[in-house]
């Protein structure tokens, strides 16, 4: 079965700083993976996604991920954080992009220090 | 612009009340999911739908209901609520081209 782990519950940065989150996955044959973040009392927002391809990714709002499948991994960063990053992060791992079979992560909540 | 509303975005309710949680789509997706978000768990998925007529059984659906009569809504039922069921629900929606959209969440509690 597929499944998805965060390592890291809560994080706190501060501003300007540089930023990873780490996300590992277990799934079978080659999965798609998603980053998708979330502010207080918001809906979720996709940041970025990898399906193949060039196994480093970016994404909005400064954002990158890179795909390591010998690790099972695809980490989130960032250069450098702002205020406004504060959020909780949520790594997804699925066989496609709409289906029902997405695995969510437990999430990583993001804090920045001015 | 197309969007996906849930309605309410807050209730509280008492243990053995019936709950109806409601989310409306635009974007003309066949795709249609509920989940609930709970601390440590991440987002788990409740009930799913492919199509008009079409309901699927997620990995947490015990004490859930869901009916779909037409593309754009896809209402959660609770048939009879349970302090378990304290949660923020999400509604999503998805196509192959576009992805997954969320709503903004409904925050459910039962006294």
């Known amino acids: 079965a597929q499944s998805v782990t965060q390592p890291d519950i809560h994080i706190t940065v501060s501003e300007g700083a540089s930023l990873e989150l780490r996300c590992n996955y277990s799934y079978g044959a080659t999965p798609y993976l998603f980053w998708y973040v979330q502010s207080p009392g918001q809906g979720l927002q996709l940041l970025l996604k990898y399906f193949s391809g060039d196994t480093l990714v970016q994404g909005i709002k400064g954002f990158e991920a890179e795909f390591k499948r010998s690790q099972s991994s695809f980490n989130l960063r960032k250069p450098s954080v702002h205020w406004s990053d504060a959020a909780e992060y949520f790594c997804?791992?699925?066989?496609?992009?709409?289906?029902?079979?997405?695995?969510f992560g437990p999430g990583t909540r993001l804090s920045v220090l001015p | 612009d197309a969007e996906i509303t849930q309605s309410p975005r807050h209730k509280i309710t008492e243990t053995g009340r019936q709950v109806t949680l409601a989310c409306h789509q635009t974007w003309n997706h066949n795709n249609m999911f509920w989940y609930r978000q709970d601390l440590g768990h991440g987002l788990r998925l409740i009930h799913y739908s492919y199509g008009v007529h079409d309901t699927n059984k997620g990995e947490v659906s015990d004490g859930y209901s869901v009916s779909r009569s037409n593309t754009e809504d896809l209402p959660l039922t609770l048939e009879s609520a349970a302090s378990s069921q304290t949660s923020v629900y999400f509604c999503?929606?998805?196509?192959?081209?576009?992805?997954?959209?969320f709503g903004s969440g409904t925050r459910l509690t039962v006294v």
């Open positions: 997804a791992v699925g066989a496609d992009n709409y289906g029902q079979n997405f695995v």
């Open positions: 999503a929606s998805s196509d192959s081209n576009y992805g997954y959209t």
